[in-house]
């Protein structure tokens, strides 16, 4: 069920109404509505997963209940392994057998050998990447005894596969979102009412700013061998926000719903085109993805502890694995390590913790500096973008080539993309005014009644004219 | 709970007021142009309601409307003909219908449609039609969410056409039907007195034409329409007849396997006798004006010549 449908507008009011009416007379009976809620949210694209996010919840349940009462460390070690083998195993069939496969043939062969597979017609289950980290963060922080396993399987399987950021995050840390499945739900008026505001503003910027940039990306993309270097420079311009309020959208999206069922999901992006510096930028994108990478990988294979050489090689781990967690293709491999690349000065100079906070915080108006550092790690996001968006290593190198030709500098062709052109930078704008809250439309709490009504109006009234062509959400294919 | 409820209750209806409002206010300034290809239906009706009982009524889909020279008919066979003939894009529910309600005592009904033509048709051209002919209303069912989405469409280039208006200072455009717009010659003061489309005549073949599908086979369902349409007139007295579209000899070898069991399946079902045989409706690429079922004037006059012999044969 995507969040951007008519089925999406009967089933939300719907679950929410039995949720506090019908369901509140226990915890129990709300926990057992989420996950029906889940499941026919799921099952809506293909029932038949169901089963994988099911199998997952009962490995990982009777893993966390042996951990409980294991001590040996050998035998902790061996349950560990068993839901990191189980988890990863389907991931790795599902979303990597065919890349693996056919590398390895491409190997072979370059070294004189023949080797005779063929790849199999899978279909990877919607958000298999996201409910396996989140999965796996139970039983890591149950084995690092930093949570106690649940004996309460509804909780568990609720926390698994709790329908607003099931199939694209944010990806939820067990420590977080679990202990809130076992607390009595108490309905606050300003959460539900802030939920709704940041339902309104994912759906804006994924309905308006998404779906409206991919038309343009998408035909650009798609015929940049045609297109001038001015054009293609649009192309990856365009791509660089519908990739941003496509995924951002979805996370307002989901974490507005999640408040109106009484549940805090943490954030996952803080305005990343406003940053200074490519270490800040990773701060702000997909925050809950690389908090994951950082506590589950980053740390254990040793973090910034040791020398320099350790330090880039984890650097580039944290970061390529990262890349290769979005799909299986060699561009997203490229595309995390060219971020490594752009991070790995800032580390070595030790600047990487320079931009904690939001820019220009207190002011209108940042300086000259911040501006610099904001163009700087725009481009470079951008440039970066390319690798993510193209169909294969080849096509982003002649699109990359093809920028930089002598075309840049002709004007390109907006015939039917002038709206648009006006609404992405006033978009920003609104950014930039909301960027020191959790959302930009967060700043209507301040606003008198009569002003953030106009407002709400306004934004509704943009999500009916400017509805383009229905897009599926980027990272549900991953 | 209760003040969350009944605040986003209202907020959700001031939301819908607003919707209201918009539409209400933004649909005065929408002119519907008279001169729709649509708006053919009103001329149609009203010369058959004129001649009343005992005439050949040519129904179908647009594919009848291009193809026939009903003047030339009514002179050779002495009988009024009036060709209701629009748009297949209605569907063969609606065009069924709409056949029924013309039909009357006494009539001969010659009825034609393209190959594999689906039931429901275009919701949104049967609410456009019944616009500008409100008989039309009885010819389709109400459905409330395909309501929804037409209206909602209309709001928002209604909404759309007053921005951009605005914006380039020009007034508000007309309405126009995505299929037929102002400047083509799909108008409804393209079809002479007898209903027969004939704004195309003269003018040259289109580089490339249209329709030109290639089938699948399926039990086409158009059949059960047709045999309802059948009891349905043979009830009030007049005689059905079905003719199978004109149609490019090469489109047919290109789908011959599928179109013949179509045909088998209609010898097979239908109710009503078959004028002629398949290939009797098949021409030369070169006779046909922009769709693989829409004759030039040469091809029109075969055609014409063709059904007066099968009908003078039937008599």
Redesign the interface.
Known sequence: MLFNSIDFAIFLPVVFLLYWFVANRSLKWQNILIIAASYLFYGWWDWRFLSLILFSTVVDYLVGIGLSKAEDIRKRRILLWTSITVNLGFLGFFKYYNFFLENFITAFSFFGSEISASSLNIILPVGISFYTFQTLSYTIDVYNRKLEPTRDFISLAAFVSFFPQLVAGPIERATNLLPQFDSPRIFSYSKSVDGLRQILWGLFKKIVIADNCAVHANYIFANSADMDGSMLLLGALFFTFQIYGDFSGYSDIAIGTARLFGFDLMRNFAFPYFSRDIAEFWRRWHISLSTWFRDYLYIPIGGSRGGTWMKVRNTFVIFVVSGFWHGANWTFIVWGALNALYFLPLLLAKKNRQNIEIVAQGKVFPTVREVGGMMITFWLTVLAWIFFRAENLTHAFSYIDGIFSSNLFVLPDITGMKALLLIVPLFLLFEWFGREKEFALALAEEWKRPMRYIVYYIIILAIFLLTGEQQQFIYFQF | ?K??LI??GL?LL??VI??VALYILTDSHIRTLENDFMAAMIDKHQRADEIGSTKIIIAGGSNVAFNIDSRRIEDELGIPVVNVGLSVGLGMDFIVNETIDVAQEGDIIVFSITFFETIDGLYSLKRHTAQHYPRANHYFTFNLSEEFTLH?SR??DN??SI?YGLISSAPPSAETDDLFESESIYTRSGFNEYGDFTGHHGLPQVDELDQRFTFEYSYWTGIDELNRLNREVEKKGAQLYYIYPAYPFSDFERNRDVLIRFDEDMRKDLEPPILGSIEDGLYDESVFFDTAYHLQQEGVSQRTEYLIELLRSER
Do not use: D, E, T
């Open positions: 709970m003040k969350f605040r986003s907020f001031s939301v607003l919707f909602s709001l928002r909404l759309l921005v």
